[in-house]
């Protein structure tokens, strides 16, 4: 079969130009020759690049004009044919070539030696090591910080984007129904999990950036633990988070079941976390600081976080396009020290967690945009405790 069909673009090659134009326009006004972009999710982002190799280290170098150039290796490449818009500007190396020796003789060949690249210096396959020899194989060029360039052009989302992300958090809000049905005394973590996979692949999720988290009883305070085969019992909190993808965009949100009466500390953290989450909603809308919504929903959790519960302070980050270990698309953050005023096209992941280290965990969340009017609910499901019978 020809590579020409198989499946390919997520999004029309008019789109994929647009978003490289708004980047040269930004390497223009910056002074830059070019932009080496080794961030895999940017690539991703300009090209349509996918691979679940995404951890290797791949260079697409972007000028002020013309097609993008992506340097691969030739193990990658028939990904990027099949999956990407360009055509002939995807520059294999062999599988055993030093990255950077490659790097360099196409920064050469594109007569860049000489010029001022900017470099995403927050890439984690544009390692110190790499970083180190990339300046040392190119003497005469001038390599300037440029991180966040293409971050802020996918700050705002496309009507498609939107769409992929309203398909994903409808699995993710069927996932959530089928792991709270699996909470059952005398079950395991790991139950709960699957019914959640089960139910998101099933319904047409790709590989996730997050497997589903399932976290329960005393675990449940730890942050960042998940399910190991731990037993359900009966006052048990299980702390779940999942968060289902299309077309590389995830739309995460948390909730929180009890297996029967809750008790009074776990009660008060789960009405802290949804009011400081529905006070989220309330107040997002274009114009607005993110601080402002941070200080607003900061309110309904100062008591108990007073109490010296775990409390991380982010009230919501930027989602959208990911590979695994991380579904942020940017460092935008609804948070008491923000910048960062909402527009229409922006999405975020709007959690609040309370924890107790070793006792207990809540939490709850949502993926929300920002419209023209206000903000959507992309998630769906009963923002409340679950109480499941014994």
């Avoid at 978003?19 to 991703?44: K, T, Y």
């Avoid at 190396?93 to 690249?117: F, M, N, Q, T, V």
């Avoid at 107790?356 to 992309?378: N, R, W």
Wanted: contains cysteine.
């Amino acid at each position: 079969m020809s590579l020409s069909l198989l499946p390919s673009l997520s999004f029309s090659t008019d789109e994929y130009r647009a978003r490289v134009a708004a980047v040269q326009h930004r390497i223009a006004e910056a002074g830059l020759d070019a932009l080496l972009c080794h961030s895999f999710p940017n690539i991703c982002y300009l090209t349509g690049f996918e691979t679940v190799g995404a951890h290797k280290y791949f260079m697409l170098v972007i000028r002020p004009e013309g097609e993008p150039s992506l340097l691969t290796q030739d193990f990658e490449a028939h990904n990027g044919r099949i999956s990407s818009w360009l055509t002939d500007t995807i520059v294999p190396h062999s599988l055993w070539d030093d990255p950077i020796d490659a790097s360099r003789d196409l920064l050469c060949l594109l007569k860049l030696e000489h010029g001022r690249l900017g470099v995403e210096m927050d890439a984690t396959t544009l390692t110190p090591d790499r970083y180190r020899r990339l300046c040392a194989a190119l003497p005469d060029a001038t390599l300037i910080d440029a991180s966040g360039t293409v971050e802020d052009v996918r700050l705002i989302k496309s009507p498609t984007e939107l769409g992929y992300i309203r398909r994903a958090a409808y699995l993710s809000s069927t996932g959530m129904a089928a792991a709270i049905d699996a909470v059952v005394e005398g079950g395991t973590d790991n139950d709960v999990a699957r019914a959640s996979y089960d139910v998101m692949i099933g319904g047409g999720s790709e590989y996730m950036c997050y497997a589903p988290i399932v976290t329960v009883g005393p675990r449940s305070g730890i942050p960042h633990s998940t399910h190991r085969r731990i037993t359900l019992r009966h006052g048990d909190p299980v702390f779940i988070e999942v968060g289902a993808c299309i077309a590389r965009y995830s739309a995460p949100m948390m909730r929180t079941a009890v297996i029967g009466p809750p008790s009074d500390q776990v009660r008060r953290m789960a009405d802290a976390c949804i009011a400081s989450v529905e006070t989220m909603i309330q107040q997002i809308r274009p114009g607005i600081a993110a601080r402002e919504v941070a200080l607003e929903s900061r309110r309904c959790v100062a008591d108990v976080v007073a109490k010296g519960l775990i409390w991380h302070g982010y009230y919501g980050y930027t989602i959208g396009l990911g590979f695994p270990p991380e579904w942020s698309d940017g460092p935008g953050a609804i948070a008491e020290n923000s910048d960062l005023v909402l527009r229409p096209g922006m999405v975020f992941h709007c959690s609040t967690s309370l924890r107790q280290a070793g006792v207990c965990g809540v939490a709850f969340s949502e993926t929300i945009a920002v419209t023209e009017t206000g903000c959507e609910v992309m998630t769906q499901g009963t923002r409340e405790l679950v109480v499941k019978d014994t």
